[in-house]
């Protein structure tokens, strides 16, 4: 079973492949068999990068031309994603995303997008049983009421999180493979924090104003790694926990929240 207690990254576990036709992005999940049309003219490149811990699975694209996307990400497992540098123009259903924004896809729910060149993001494919059991490891409760339906946090990540997200993927497509931030366990971690509630808190909107173990944070109304709905960061303290005011950690490093 696996651990989110210690490091799942394998530094050298990412396979790369490059993106020399728009049939290579029906794996821009890898599995997915998604449906994709070129919507510009010229050469599409890029690369699609992979890696297998069990039954996670983790898929990265940097994408350098201007494609669609439709059709479900997973047909029996669940999708988090992450656009981890996205220009202007880029749409889920319709609604323009950018740069932090966070994603859940249930399984067999239909994924309908318009990427702009280079929008590279990361995503993570799990079954729901494995992330109910990585939950518990936190002593946290994920259920269909925590998890809600398919669509994007109206919070964005934090930008320091992003950055180093986006660093460490970058390295990846490029080939370099090394110590640095552990994607899958951040991606876990901040899956759990925003879509789980403490033991015993029977509603979603409750869990939102608990104290989390992933990491407090300044505003009890936000997970941690997230950004205030109305910008800024809410200064009154919040049970002494004074480091929670200014710094989040992900495995590999220390960032701080504004």
């Not at 510009?40 to 031309?65: E, P, V």
């Not at 110590?179 to 808190?201: C, E, F």
């Not at 509603?203 to 992933?214: H, I, K, P, Q, V």
């Not at 997970?223 to 205030?228: A, E, I, K, L, T």
């Amino acid at each position: 079973m696996l651990d989110i207690s210690s490091d799942l990254q394998q530094p050298s576990g990412w396979l790369t492949s490059p993106i020399c036709r728009i049939e290579d992005l029906r794996d821009a999940v890898r599995g997915a068999g998604l449906d994709a049309v070129q919507m510009s003219r010229g050469m599409l490149d890029g690369s699609l990068a992979f890696l297998q811990i069990d039954d996670l699975q983790m898929t990265s694209g940097l994408i350098n031309g201007k494609v669609g996307l439709t059709g479900p990400l997973s047909e029996d497992c669940i999708t988090f994603g992450i656009g981890l540098r996205i220009p202007p123009g880029c749409r889920h259903w319709h609604h323009e995303l950018g740069t932090g924004a966070f994603g859940l896809f249930l399984e067999g729910d239909e994924h309908a997008s318009l990427y702009p060149p280079g929008s590279p993001y990361v995503a993570l494919t799990l079954h729901e049983e494995q992330l109910i059991e990585l939950a518990a490891q936190e002593e946290r409760v994920v259920d269909r009421s925590t998890l809600g339906g398919t669509g994007f946090r109206p919070e964005t990540l934090l930008d320091a999180v992003v950055a180093a997200l986006a660093h460490q993927m970058d390295l990846v497509h490029h080939g370099v493979h090394g110590a640095g931030v552990d994607v899958p366990t951040a991606m876990l971690r901040l899956a759990i924090s925003a879509y789980s509630r403490a033991p015993g808190i029977g509603s979603r909107a409750a869990a939102m104003r608990t104290e989390t173990r992933l990491r407090p944070v300044a505003d009890p109304q936000r997970p941690p790694g997230f950004r205030p709905k109305g910008g800024g960061i809410n200064r009154e303290p919040w049970d002494g926990l004074e480091a929670a005011r200014t710094t989040f950690h992900l495995p590999g490093g220390t960032f701080p929240l504004d």
